[in-house]
């Protein structure tokens, strides 16, 4: 059976450097509800990435670890509670100590507008709240990563 | 519109079958709207239903339907339905500490909402954290109200009599048992009969591994708990209500309306044949079951679920359980409407999808009902929000005549067709995960999980192709904001919730509660029902985290697993 997309599937994704964008999605914190980060990692995956969803409540440290076993391109946090700032401040802190710099940060989730703008600040780089189409969330991610890679390397 | 495109002569006689009708109107019926119609469960739906399909399909009057408060059960339990009582009316809430829902709970009482309490917790209640736990940082009070001792529960309940209640829920789950267990230890301080207030606790972890996540220890261990619970609320509150197996965290999360109810239906079978494993007897538990579901938009499929599950389960009590009693097979049907259908753009369009919601759980014949509130797209409710929802139920109550004739929709041909193909899509469904080795053999397939994940993205996509429309999201959509105010949480109130946590470790009696919770730890080891011991943990104020720690040291904890797309 196809995707249940047509839209997505047809744009197949254009493998940068030589392979697949590489996303790792993720519940932080300790809210349960996963159907839109599922949602999103079946889109990601018609659009030609691959996607590796690490599951519940997992610490700022295993999502490091993840991101670095997997060495991911992109990096998804999905989070319905009231906690999505301090939560995303300490991922980017592990991911610090972990000295992961070249991953996309993004957020997906309940985000209200003044943390919108907060989340911006500490370097996530999309925030995609209830609403936001899947098409939007591909071509963002499309278009983030080559750019970071290249940014990753010549900073080297 | 209809009338100026009939031809212009006599009428001709009517048509003598459906087969006819069709031929007849061919042109006309081929000029639709869609070029497919199907429930949301993706049942095919012919444009008219007629007592030739019915007869197709094998219905039989008695045998499928029959009369209210008799067998098959289609129709109610209750022989008069809402001419006899109407159905109760409960509102879903908590936040912050124990003051602030004790507040609102009795603004709720105050306004009419006749379900008793209904306590949300939050989430580091939920997984067995104290409210000081690293990991509970930043979520104390945040979507429930946080429980993390006795003196917690004594505080919620603070100066409202238990018997003026009447019905206590909490969507308590793998903390089920120390749930229980406080509420015992309230009622025996307060010398309050069991039966003077009945106690529900969902206490059904198994859809929590697939839908809504608040699981923490093996899922094996947690049925264990569950079960425990079961048997000891029969002996020590025999009327209270120790589960409620839910679906509608499946459906939110992806599941068909079919799907809702069948994988809800399995997951009672593994329930009810862990409690007979022990030797109880379903004629002495099966009318303290509950099946719960949630109501979304597909009207005549949420009525037919409601009336095919009666029917499934109570067939299911006699022949596969072995109930011989009228009783053993009238679990409680609840029925809440769902959050999720909810939108957050223009919010006041959500009043019209929670009245036909409440509209169709009504017409499905369920007693015990919850309605959601149109601002929790945004937030917790407010109170007006809240208000307007017991409204709805009052307006169809009181105002619409529905009430007035028992299942009014018994006799439809579309409801009793779809009824029909109900019961069977579900019986169909239960024969597949009997199969797999029953419902855990089925969490861990991964079998809910794909189920679930393919029916959210199957939506996603079709809202997203505009296939789906979802009024104000992707088609009349309305830049005028409506301006909705939302609900603050007092900032404080973690801090004060955290604070009380550490005052009342400090005046407790340390020694009492480490040997209360070192014989929990013997009885876990010994594979005894774990209860005994709970309560006498709670009741030296041991907390949650103290004694779900002690679970995690026995049984093991749950561990996330990481899945490739």
Redesign the interface.
Known sequence: MG??????ARQAATPAHGRPIRVVLT?V???????GV??I?????DAGM??????????PEDIAR?VLEEDADVLGLSIL???VV??TRRVQEALRVHEVEDVVLVVGGIVPEPAREELRGIGVEGVFT??T???AIVDFIRASVPAQRSYGASGA | MASSTRPDRAPAAPSDSLPDWQERHANELAQSRKPVFKSSSGLPLEPVYTPEQLQRAGWDFARDVGYPGEAPWTRGFIPGGYRQQLWKTEMYAGFGSAEEANQRYRYLMSQGSTGGISIALD??T??G?DSDHP?????VG??GVALTSLDDVERVFDGIPLEMVGHIFSTANAIGPIVCAWLLALYEKRGTPTGDCIVQLQNDPIK?YVA????FLPIEAAVKLTTDMIEHCRSAAPEWLPISVSGSHMK???ATVIQEAAFTICNGITYVESCLKRGMKIDDFGHVLELHFCTEMDFFEEIAKYRAVRKVWTRLVRERFGGTTERAQHFRLHAATSGRPLT??QPLNNIARITLQALAQILGGCEQTRTASFDE?LGIPTQEAARTSIRANQIIAYESGVPDTVDPLGGSYHVEHLTLAFEREIDSIIGEVDAMGGALAAVHGGYYQRA???G???E???I??GEQVVVG?NRFQSDEAQPVPTFK?DPGAAQRQVERLQEVRARRDGAAVQRTLQELRSVCLSGANVMPAIVSCVKTYATIGEIADVWREVYGTYV??????
């Open positions: 995707s249940p997309n047509d839209d997505l519940k914190g300790l809210d349960g509800h996963d159907r599922r949602v990692a079946q889109a990601l995956r691959e996607v590796i969803y690490a599951g519940l409540r997992r610490t993840i509670s009231g906690a301090p939560l209830p609403g189409s899947l098409t | 989430l580091p939920q997984v954290y990991m509970a940082r930043d979520e945040q979507i929590e809504r996540g608040t699981q939110q999360a992806g957050a753009q797209a679930l994940s393919r959210a993205y199957r996603a996509c079709a997203e192709s999201v949480l996330p697993e990481a899945v490739r797309f």
